[in-house]
């Protein structure tokens, strides 16, 4: 699926990225290594990372570490591109499914 919006969910244990336009949305679950060491977990990154292509625009929430760690892992040097389309970057927990993707939507459609 190809869809210009993105919205990435993640904390030490998993990503959910939730791909979506004006109708449809399509998930992808993405577990990280498992040893709790977001910051080193660069496999983690760019497996996340490759569910993003073709966006045009996309955002990032979850927990502050995690949160932080990706973010600078995107901004510093590993995906240049990506990071320029980067809209929003967002604390929060854990939302239910429909929350982030109405966040989404009113942050990068709007």
Known sequence: MSSPHAAVWLNADEAHIYRFGAGEVEKRDVKAGGDGRVRDDRAY?????????????????????????FEKYVRVGHAEELGGKLLGVEVMDHPRDGELLRHARKRLVS
């Open 45 to 69: 990154f760019e497996a996340i990372l490759a569910e993003l292509t073709e966006v045009q625009g996309w955002m990032i929430a979850g927990p502050t570490g995690p949160l932080n760690d």
